[in-house]
């Protein structure tokens, strides 16, 4: 089992910046990636970004050139830096864990509120 809680949410003014973190509890040995994704209200499920414990990593290809995904050395928490917000990107954020294996393990989801 992987617990995962996010943190670093809130309103923020149309063109400021966040950072979510999201820390991973557990059988966190199993861990291969972790990521996120975001939803809000109405729409499916839209991937943001991931990082493989590789060192490699994602961002979906509209969001690449604000946000950027990272790892903490030591800490098995993973940071979501998002810049130049506006309110599109207005949604309930979820991290989300892979391990060596078919489970995938997700957090409550936390709100991202972009006021214009």
């Known amino acids: 089992q992987i617990h995962l809680v996010e943190s670093g949410g809130g309103t923020v003014q149309a063109g400021g910046s966040l950072r979510l973190s999201c820390m991973a509890s557990g059988r966190t040995f199993s861990l291969h990636a972790m990521g996120w994704f975001r939803q809000a209200p109405g729409k499916e499920r839209e991937f943001v970004a991931r990082i493989w414990w590789g060192g490699s990593s994602t961002v979906a290809d509209s969001m690449k050139d604000r946000f950027s995904i990272s790892r903490e050395i030591g800490k098995d928490t993973i940071y979501l830096e998002m810049n130049t917000l506006n309110s599109e990107d207005t949604a309930v954020y979820y991290c989300?864990?892979?391990?060596?294996?078919?489970?995938?393990?997700w957090g409550q989801g936390i709100q991202v509120t972009v006021s214009s």
């Open positions: 989300v864990a892979n391990e060596y294996g078919p489970n995938e393990y």
